[in-house]
């Protein structure tokens, strides 16, 4: 009980003589001495607890934990352990049963008849030969059923990671000049990515990538999607020469110059406009209707089908039709040999592939949550909404195992995709990652384990080994109508809209992620997003907020007298927060400033009575070095000379064993250090009581 609380419950106009108004005084009295031990009690807990761990401490704990652990289990039980860590399969492998393979069958043929086509169209986005699509739908999958824990994540290649590909490759080598030491380069920079991606999750450094924020993982994709629309004009116009610039006036002017210099066919437009038509209707089919959901997933399959036997049956090849042509079949080659670690390039190609690795582990990174992503998946299931890069994998992982019942390791499941392109890039593979559209159609057709993979990669390979020469005669118009099928769900308007409405620094920064990606490139993009986010979280760190404090009446709460107007201030005492997490060398004198400030508002503003004491409250500040400790020592020293006591409430463990190293609570006196901003402004108070008597 406070003691302003006790005080009203005695009615001072009471008749009792001057026997009561002695008992009261003695019972106050009392009451004072006990709130006093109490206080004291709490301001000795706190200067005396332990020091904190260093950092060194923390490491050797960790090593003896994780020894002490494995010196409890005999060698092969630690062996086995560390096997099924690394291979899952081998945990879920012995309880698969019969059933369940009949789902994933079904789940596995669905998966591939629309990974096919799609894998063909992302392969010739990369501007690799369509074979090498195919051949990143069968390895990667079969690496990630290994050693992955998703049970419904569909791997193979995705149209953002082959527009990064594509757009920072041909400025080392160009794919139209030699085509071959292109594709050498790619598989370089899949070998990067994949070893970038192991590190990551090996050493768990995956809040490293964390630096891209959400909008401007939204301005990326809505510009990528543009980016990559644009692209597909080539395929489906029947364009001969293009630009390698991704920006959309390079693309625009060279789509209008082919267009005038170069023999225009029509019948490219058309076949593509029709099928692209043809497969939103179906997509629009299986949005109405659930269990319609096989026909917008065979629905690549069958357009790739029908143009082809039509532009066979008509020879309509012979008439300006753009076709694949050259297709290699057969089994994944080895492409060891064709790595270039000795290139004059290496140091950009390892940049290329930190920069998808980077990226990749960026995107979704547990910003939304298990059932934003199922809804999502409801929403608009045959589409990529979110770029596809192995972090959306891991993100999306997770929101299927949630609803499954099981648990994912992130920074395991990093481990599995640098893994799999690291193999990938042995076995004549580019970039793969999990899909968020085939995902969803693997979770629709009721796959139960990741054997669906297996399925959809043996599928694809016996594809490989007997049906590519029937895809010699594929238009290619119909690839580029494949994959702009899938790009809508990339442009969220209503995020964006979302995002405008919430914070306006971030919506500045997914628009300069939009415009940087559409008007200059990829890298440009990224580098705007990135550069702003990091100026962003700069600028709260150099130039925290200080906000005055007042009681809430009725209450030992006491918050922003801005954002609670019926807070009291106390009168004599000026409360100051900090709000920031470290009062460090980038801050410590704008902090200082900032409180000076509100020390010269407060006092205007307390002109009846001067201000005595004033109280920092440092209940934000979880850390502070030299530059803020000489701060505060200067605080200290001008109130001191202005007659003003310098308070500091509930310092952090790591703050308060700063300020007893550095002895500034002997300056400052222990007795000005308190637990709560309660007990400082009770301790003021009775200082205030016992000056008045």
């Given at each position: 009980?406070?003691?302003?609380?006790?005080?009203?419950?005695?009615?001072?106009?009471?008749?009792?003589?001057?026997?009561?108004?002695?008992?009261?005084?003695?019972?106050?009295?009392?009451?004072?001495?006990?709130?006093?031990?109490?206080?004291?009690?709490?301001?000795?807990?706190?200067?005396?607890?332990?020091?904190?761990?260093?950092?060194?401490?923390?490491?050797?704990?960790?090593?003896?934990?994780?020894?002490?652990?494995?010196?409890?289990?005999?060698?092969?039980?630690?062996?086995?352990?560390?096997?099924?860590?690394?291979?899952?399969?081998?945990?879920?492998?012995?309880?698969?049963?019969?059933?369940?393979?009949?789902?994933?069958?079904?789940?596995?043929?669905?998966?591939?008849?629309?990974?096919?086509?799609?894998?063909?169209?992302?392969?010739?986005?990369?501007?690799?030969?369509?074979?090498?699509?195919?051949?990143?739908?069968?390895?990667?999958?079969?690496?990630?059923?290994?050693?992955?824990?998703?049970?419904?994540?569909?791997?193979?290649?995705?149209?953002?990671?082959?527009?990064?590909?594509?757009?920072?490759?041909?400025?080392?080598?160009?794919?139209?000049?030699?085509?071959?030491?292109?594709?050498?380069?790619?598989?370089?920079?899949?070998?990067?990515?994949?070893?970038?991606?192991?590190?990551?999750?090996?050493?768990?450094?995956?809040?490293?990538?964390?630096?891209?924020?959400?909008?401007?993982?939204?301005?990326?994709?809505?510009?990528?999607?543009?980016?990559?629309?644009?692209?597909?004009?080539?395929?489906?116009?029947?364009?001969?020469?293009?630009?390698?610039?991704?920006?959309?006036?390079?693309?625009?002017?060279?789509?209008?110059?082919?267009?005038?210099?170069?023999?225009?066919?029509?019948?490219?437009?058309?076949?593509?406009?029709?099928?692209?038509?043809?497969?939103?209707?179906?997509?629009?089919?299986?949005?109405?209707?659930?269990?319609?959901?096989?026909?917008?997933?065979?629905?690549?399959?069958?357009?790739?089908?029908?143009?082809?036997?039509?532009?066979?049956?008509?020879?309509?090849?012979?008439?300006?039709?753009?076709?694949?042509?050259?297709?290699?079949?057969?089994?994944?080659?080895?492409?060891?040999?064709?790595?270039?670690?000795?290139?004059?390039?290496?140091?950009?190609?390892?940049k290329i592939g930190m920069i998808c690795?980077?990226?990749?582990?960026?995107?979704?990174?547990?910003?939304?949550?298990?059932?934003?992503?199922?809804?999502?998946?409801?929403?608009?299931?045959?589409?990529?909404?979110?770029?596809?890069?192995?972090?959306?994998?891991?993100?999306?992982?997770?929101?299927?195992?949630?609803?499954?019942?099981?648990?994912?390791?992130?920074?395991?499941?990093?481990?599995?995709?640098?893994?799999?392109?690291?193999?990938?890039?042995?076995?004549?593979?580019?970039?793969?990652?999990?899909?968020?559209?085939?995902?969803?159609?693997?979770?629709?057709?009721?796959c139960e384990t990741v054997v669906s993979?297996?399925?959809?990669?043996?599928?694809?390979?016996?594809?490989?080994?007997?049906?590519?020469?029937?895809?010699?005669?594929?238009?290619?118009?119909?690839?580029?109508?494949?994959?702009?099928?899938?790009?809508?769900?990339?442009?969220?308007?209503?995020?964006?809209?979302?995002?405008?409405?919430?914070?306006?620094?971030?919506?500045?920064?997914?628009?300069?992620?939009?415009?940087?990606?559409?008007?200059?490139?990829?890298?440009?993009?990224?580098?705007?997003?990135?550069?702003?986010?990091?100026?962003?979280?700069?600028?709260?760190?150099?130039?925290?907020?200080?906000?005055?404090?007042?009681?809430?009446?009725?209450?030992?709460?006491?918050?922003?007298?801005?954002?609670?107007?019926?807070?009291?201030?106390?009168?004599?005492?000026?409360?100051?927060?900090?709000?920031?997490?470290?009062?460090?060398?980038?801050?410590?004198?704008?902090?200082?400033?900032?409180?000076?400030?509100?020390?010269?508002?407060?006092?205007?503003?307390?002109?009846?009575?001067?201000?005595?004491?004033?109280?920092?409250?440092?209940?934000?500040?979880?850390?502070?070095?030299?530059?803020?400790?000489?701060?505060?020592?200067?605080?200290?020293?001008?109130?001191?000379?202005?007659?003003?006591?310098?308070?500091?409430?509930?310092?952090?463990?790591?703050?308060?064993?700063?300020?007893?190293?550095?002895?500034?609570?002997?300056?400052?006196?222990?007795?000005?250090?308190?637990?709560?901003?309660?007990?400082?402004?009770?301790?003021?108070?009775?200082?205030?009581?016992?000056?008045?008597?």
């Amino acid at each position: 009980m406070r003691k302003e609380e006790f005080s009203s419950r005695v009615n001072p106009n009471t008749s009792m003589g001057s026997l009561a108004n002695e008992s009261f005084s003695i019972e106050l009295q009392q009451l004072d001495a006990a709130c006093d031990t109490a206080r004291n009690q709490r301001t000795h807990w706190l200067l005396t607890s332990p020091d904190p761990p260093t950092l060194c401490h923390q490491l050797i704990h960790s090593i003896k934990k994780n020894v002490g652990r494995t010196t409890k289990q005999s060698r092969k039980e630690a062996f086995f352990s560390f096997l099924k860590g690394l291979f899952p399969i081998l945990s879920w492998g012995r309880n698969y049963k019969a059933a369940k393979f009949k789902h994933d069958i079904m789940a596995g043929l669905t998966l591939a008849s629309l990974c096919i086509p799609q894998s063909i169209g992302y392969a010739n986005l990369a501007k690799l030969d369509p074979q090498y699509g195919l051949y990143t739908s069968v390895v990667p999958p079969l690496i990630y059923a290994l050693m992955g824990s998703s049970r419904e994540i569909a791997i193979g290649p995705v149209a953002v990671v082959s527009l990064l590909l594509s757009a920072m490759v041909p400025k080392i080598v160009d794919p139209a000049v030699d085509h071959i030491a292109y594709r050498n380069l790619v598989f370089t920079a899949t070998f990067f990515t994949g070893a970038f991606q192991a590190v990551f999750g090996l050493f768990r450094l995956g809040f490293l990538v964390d630096f891209l924020s959400h909008a401007a993982i939204v301005g990326f994709m809505g510009g990528a999607a543009i980016v990559i629309g644009l692209q597909q004009l080539k395929g489906l116009l029947g364009i001969n020469h293009f630009t390698t610039k991704t920006d959309v006036v390079s693309v625009l002017e060279a789509v209008f110059k082919s267009l005038h210099n170069e023999p225009w066919f029509p019948l490219n437009f058309v076949l593509g406009c029709s099928f692209l038509i043809f497969i939103l209707v179906t997509r629009f089919i299986g949005k109405r209707n659930k269990k319609m959901f096989w026909l917008p997933a065979i629905a690549p399959l069958l357009s790739v089908v029908l143009s082809t036997l039509i532009v066979y049956l008509t020879k309509a090849d012979q008439h300006g039709v753009k076709i694949v042509k050259h297709f290699k079949g057969g089994i994944n080659p080895s492409s060891l040999h064709e790595l270039q670690f000795n290139s004059p390039h290496i140091g950009e190609l390892a940049k290329i592939g930190m920069i998808c690795a980077i990226v990749a582990l960026t995107v979704c990174l547990c910003s939304l949550f298990s059932q934003f992503h199922f809804m999502i998946v409801i929403k608009d299931p045959y589409s990529d909404n979110i770029i596809n890069f192995p972090q959306e994998a891991i993100a999306v992982g997770r929101s299927f195992a949630s609803i499954k019942g099981y648990h994912l390791d992130g920074n395991k499941e990093m481990v599995a995709m640098g893994c799999m392109n690291l193999v990938g890039s042995l076995t004549s593979c580019y970039t793969a990652t999990g899909s968020f559209s085939r995902t969803a159609v693997n979770f629709s057709a009721g796959c139960e384990t990741v054997v669906s993979n297996i399925v959809m990669a043996i599928t694809v390979l016996i594809s490989l080994e007997l049906l590519t020469k029937l895809l010699y005669y594929t238009p290619l118009a119909i690839l580029a109508s494949i994959i702009i099928s899938a790009l809508p769900g990339l442009i969220d308007i209503s995020e964006a809209c979302h995002i405008w409405k919430v914070d306006k620094t971030d919506f500045i920064i997914c628009i300069a992620a939009f415009l940087g990606v559409l008007f200059g490139s990829v890298e440009i993009g990224l580098l705007i997003a990135v550069g702003i986010s990091f100026g962003k979280i700069i600028l709260g760190t150099i130039r925290p907020s200080v906000e005055l404090q007042g009681r809430l009446p009725g209450t030992d709460t006491f918050c922003d007298i801005t954002q609670f107007p019926v807070a009291i201030e106390t009168p004599g005492i000026l409360i100051i927060r900090v709000n920031n997490g470290s009062l460090c060398f980038a801050n410590a004198n704008f902090i200082r400033g900032r409180i000076l400030t509100a020390m010269t508002n407060g006092s205007e503003q307390h002109s009846k009575e001067k201000i005595r004491v004033l109280v920092l409250d440092m209940s934000n500040v979880m850390s502070v070095d030299t530059s803020g400790i000489v701060a505060l020592e200067e605080l200290h020293r001008e109130f001191v000379s202005q007659g003003i006591q310098l308070a500091i409430a509930n310092p952090r463990w790591k703050v308060i064993n700063k300020l007893k190293a550095a002895k500034f609570l002997d300056k400052l006196g222990k007795g000005w250090i308190f637990l709560t901003v309660g007990d400082a402004v009770d301790a003021c108070l009775n200082t205030k009581m016992a000056d008045l008597n």
